[in-house]
C-alpha cells in the first residue's frame, strides 16, 4: 500500500498538506527528523501514517495523558490500532495492553516521558523484547529550557538514540524559536536529521488585541453572536478562572474551569464535557496546558497577558484546527505585563532570565502594536509575510491619519519635564491637568502641566500606545514602567520630525469564505453525530469533524460512492457511519427538491486552495482607483499614507480577480523564471523565491505573479 492510498482508506483524504509527504517518506526510510507544524496543521499524519506502513510497534511520547486518550480513540475509530499506559489505568488495564503488545496486535503505544525511564527501567525493558519501528516525541520543544514549556523529565528522551539505535525517531513541534529548534536536535542526539519548517501561517484564524476596560463586559459582547460555539478562555490564575466560569454560568453560558489545582476527578469531568459539547466554554489558566485536539474549537480568548509568543501562538492555535473561520481575542493591560515580569524571573539563572524577559517584551511589543499582527508573528518565528494579512484587527481597519507632531511634542515634554520617572496615568492626569493630590503639587507649576487639557484620557491613552509603537517613546523595564524617551525622540521636540497619529479607526469587520451550505440540514446531521457520540461515549469530533459534516451539507452526495469523496470519509468510517448520514442528505434533498452539488467539490479539490475572493474592502478598492486614475505604487503610498508593500498587496488581488493586467506590474520575459521558482519553492513564504532569483526580481513582482497564477476564473 502506498502512503496516498492508505491516507485515503484511514483518514479519508486524497492529498497531503504542508510537507507531510516528503516526512513520511524519510521516516519510511529510516531517517531522523525534526517537524515544525503549525496546530492543527497535521502533524500527528507524519507519524500515524507511517505506523500503518511500517511493520512493527510506534512509540508516540506525549506529556498529556488527555491527548494520549483522544488520539488513541480517534485512532481506533478509523481502523488503526493503538493504546496508550499511564498513571489513569488500572493494573488489569495496563497487564491488557502488555499482551496485546507481546501479540504484535498494536501499530502505536502512546506513553510519557517519565513513564519510560522509570525507577527500575522495567518499561524499557520490556519495549526493547518488542519490535518497535519508529519513535515519535510529540510537543518536543519540552527537551529545550529556552522553549516556553520546558520539561525536565524530557531531557531522559536524549537516550533513545543509544536503546533503539537504528530506529528513526520523529520530533514534532508546532512552537520553536530558532534557539529551541537547535536545542532540540543537539539534546536528542538525531543521526544527521532532516528538518521540515511549515508555514506558520494560521490563514484561517482572525487575530484581535483590545485594550482591556470591563474585562467581563467585553467577553459578552464578543461572545454574543457565538453562543452556540465551543471556545476556550485562558486567565492568569486559577481563582480568576472559577470565577469567570461562574460568572459565565451566571450569564447563561454553559461554562467550566479547568486547572492545574482542581481534583484529577473534576478535571477529567469537566474536560470530558467539553469534548462532548456538552459545556462549550473551558476557562483554563495560561500556565496549564491543556491536551485538547478538539477540532470544532471556534475562539479562543486571553483574559490576561501571556508569558511569550510561543505560548500565545500555540493557545490561539487551539482554534480552528478543522480550517474553518476562528478568532482569536486577547485583552491587553500594561499591568499584566507588570506582573509577569517577577514569573518571568528564573532564580540563580541570569542567562535565562534574560530570555524570559525578552520572550515577554515580545509579547508586549505584539500586543502594542500598530501594523499587521500576523506579520509579526510569522517575523517571529523567522518566516517572511506581506504587511496586509486581510485578517487582523489592525489590517481589518480603515485609519485616518493627521499631523500630530504638537500632540507628541507636548507628550514628549511632559515626560522630559517629569524627568522619566512616571507611569503613562500620571502623565496624562498631568497632561490633561488633574487637580487630583495625587500629582505632586511642584509638578503643578511646570510649564507643561495642562497642555493637553483640549484631548481625553481615552484618545491621550491611544495617542501614547502609538508614540511607543513608532519608537518615540518606550516603557522602562525597571517594574515600574515609566514612560522614558528614545534616540528618536530629540528629532521631534526639535521639530525636525513630524509623527502622524491616527484621528479614526473604522473597522472593516470581513469574514472568511463560508461555503454555501444548508444550515437546516447541518443542524440535522449535528443532531445525528451527537447522537452516535453518546452511543459510542466519544467526542462528536471524532466521530466526524465539523469540517465533513460541512462538505455534507454543501455539497448533498445522494450515493455512498459519493460520500466517500467527502473530507474525513476513510473505510471504517464510511462503512460504519455513511448511510445513517446518506439517509438523512437523502430525505432533505427530497422534501426540498434538491439534487447532488458532489461535482463542484471535485471542481473545488481539482484546484486545491486557491486564495479566498469575494468583495474587496474599500481599502484595496480606494489603492484600484488611484491606480486607475494613473499614479504609481509609490505616489499611491505617500497620498494614503501606506506602505509601497501594502499598496503591492492591494494590487496584486485584482490581478487575482482579472480586474488588471500582470505585464502592467512585471516584465514579461521575468514571469517564467518566478513561475517556476513559485512551483518549486510554494508560495507560503517570499524570501526563499526572492533569494533563489536574486536582486533582479522585486517581492512585488513575485506577488503580482503569484496572484496571476492564481486567477480567478
Not at 232 to 249: F, G, P, V
Not at 384 to 401: A, I, M, V, Y
Not at 508 to 534: G, T
Amino acid at each position: 500500500m502506498t502512503p496516498i492510498q492508505a491516507l485515503q482508506q484511514y483518514f479519508g483524504y486524497n492529498q497531503f498538506r504542508h510537507s507531510q509527504e516528503a516526512i513520511i517518506d524519510h521516516v519510511l526510510n529510516k531517517q531522523d527528523t525534526m517537524v515544525l507544524m503549525p496546530t492543527g496543521g497535521g502533524k500527528s499524519l507524519c507519524y500515524q501514517l507511517p505506523a500503518v506502513l511500517m511493520q512493527g510497534l510506534t512509540i508516540v511520547i506525549s506529556p498529556l495523558i488527555a491527548l494520549m486518550k483522544d488520539q488513541v480513540d480517534s485512532l481506533n475509530l478509523t481502523g488503526i490500532p493503538a493504546a496508550f499506559l499511564n498513571s489513569s489505568q488500572s493494573p488489569d488495564e495496563q497487564k491488557n495492553i502488555a499482551i496485546r503488545l507481546k501479540n504484535n496486535e498494536l501499530r502505536l503505544l502512546y506513553v510519557a516521558p517519565e513513564r519510560l525511564f522509570g525507577a527500575d527501567n522495567r518499561m524499557m525493558v520490556f519495549l526493547k523484547t518488542l519490535n518497535v519501528v519508529q519513535i515519535a516525541i510529540d510537543e518536543a520543544h519540552c527537551i529545550s529550557q529556552w522553549g516556553h514549556d520546558f520539561r525536565p523529565e524530557y531531557l531522559m528522551l536524549a537516550g533513545l538514540k543509544s536503546e533503539f539505535p537504528g530506529v528513526p525517531v520523529i520530533a514534532l513541534t508546532a512552537t520553536a524559536d530558532k534557539l529551541t529548534q537547535k536545542d532540540i536536535l543537539e539534546k536528542l542526539n538525531l543521526h544527521k536529521p532532516a528538518v521540515f519548517i511549515s508555514s506558520f501561517n494560521r490563514e484561517n484564524i482572525t487575530y484581535r488585541v483590545h485594550p482591556k476596560k470591563n474585562s467581563f463586559s467585553q467577553l459578552l459582547s464578543f461572545l454574543e453572536a457565538k453562543k452556540g460555539d465551543s471556545g476556550i478562555i485562558y486567565c492568569l490564575s486559577r481563582k480568576s478562572t472559577e470565577a469567570l466560569a461562574d460568572d459565565l454560568k451566571d450569564a447563561g453560558y454553559a461554562a467550566a474551569a479547568y486547572h492545574a489545582g482542581l481534583t484529577n476527578d473534576v478535571k477529567a469531568r469537566n474536560q470530558e464535557a467539553f469534548l462532548k459539547d456538552e459545556i462549550k466554554i473551558i476557562v483554563a489558566t495560561i500556565a496549564f496546558g491543556m491536551g485538547i485536539n478538539k477540532s470544532n474549537v471556534r475562539y479562543v480568548v486571553h483574559m490576561d497577558l501571556p508569558k511569550n509568543i510561543e505560548g500565545y501562538y500555540q493557545e490561539t492555535g487551539r482554534a480552528g484546527r478543522d480550517g474553518l473561520a476562528s478568532n482569536a481575542l486577547l485583552l491587553y493591560s500594561p499591568g499584566d505585563a507588570i506582573k509577569l515580569r517577577s514569573f518571568a524571573t528564573v532564580e540563580n539563572n541570569k542567562e535565562q532570565s534574560a530570555i524570559m524577559l525578552k520572550k515577554l517584551d515580545d509579547m508586549v511589543n505584539y500586543c502594542q502594536l500598530h501594523a499587521c499582527r500576523r506579520q509579526f508573528l510569522m517575523h517571529y518565528f523567522d518566516e517572511q509575510f506581506p504587511d496586509n494579512c486581510g485578517s487582523c484587527d489592525f489590517c481589518l481597519s480603515e485609519f485616518t491619519k493627521f499631523d500630530g507632531t504638537l500632540i507628541a511634542q507636548k507628550a514628549l515634554s511632559a515626560v522630559t519635564r517629569l524627568k522619566e520617572r512616571f507611569g503613562a496615568n500620571y502623565l496624562i492626569d498631568f497632561l490633561r491637568g488633574s487637580r487630583s493630590e495625587k500629582i505632586w503639587a511642584e509638578h503643578k507649576s511646570l510649564k507643561t502641566y495642562g497642555a493637553g487639557a483640549d484631548i481625553s484620557k481615552a484618545d491621550w491613552q491611544r495617542y501614547l500606545r502609538e508614540l511607543i509603537s513608532q519608537g518615540f517613546l518606550r516603557v522602562s523595564e525597571d517594574g515600574y514602567s515609566a514612560m522614558q524617551l528614545t534616540p528618536k525622540s530629540e528629532a521631534v521636540l526639535k521639530g525636525d520630525l513630524k509623527v502622524e497619529l491616527i484621528a479614526s479607526q473604522v473597522t472593516d469587520e470581513q469574514e472568511h469564505e463560508e461555503l454555501n451550505y444548508e444550515a437546516e440540514l447541518l443542524a440535522d446531521l449535528r443532531h445525528k453525530r451527537q447522537e452516535i457520540a453518546i452511543g459510542e461515549n466519544l467526542p462528536p469530533y471524532i466521530i466526524l469533524s465539523d469540517t465533513t459534516l460541512l462538505e455534507l451539507a454543501t455539497y448533498l452526495p445522494q450515493k455512498m460512492d459519493e460520500i466517500r469523496l467527502i473530507s474525513g470519509f476513510g473505510d471504517v468510517k464510511l462503512a460504519k457511519y455513511g448511510r445513517d448520514f446518506l439517509a438523512i442528505i437523502n430525505n432533505y434533498s427530497a422534501a426540498k427538491g434538491l439534487s447532488s452539488r458532489i461535482k463542484q467539490n471535485a471542481i473545488k479539490r481539482e484546484r486545491k486552495a486557491k486564495p479566498r475572493s469575494g468583495k474587496l474592502s474599500d481599502t484595496f478598492q480606494a489603492t484600484y482607483l488611484l491606480y486607475k486614475e494613473g499614479k504609481n505604487v509609490t505616489e499611491i503610498a505617500q497620498e494614503r499614507g501606506l506602505s509601497p508593500t501594502t499598496i503591492e498587496g492591494h494590487l496584486s488581488r485584482y490581478i487575482q480577480t482579472g480586474e488588471l493586467d500582470v505585464y502592467n506590474f512585471v516584465n514579461e520575459s521575468k514571469i517564467p523564471a518566478i513561475q517556476d521558482a513559485v512551483e518549486k519553492y510554494g508560495s507560503a513564504m517570499l524570501s526563499p523565491i526572492k533569494e533563489v532569483l536574486g536582486d533582479g526580481y522585486s517581492y512585488g513582482e513575485i506577488k503580482a505573479v503569484i496572484a496571476w497564477m492564481n486567477k480567478e476564473a
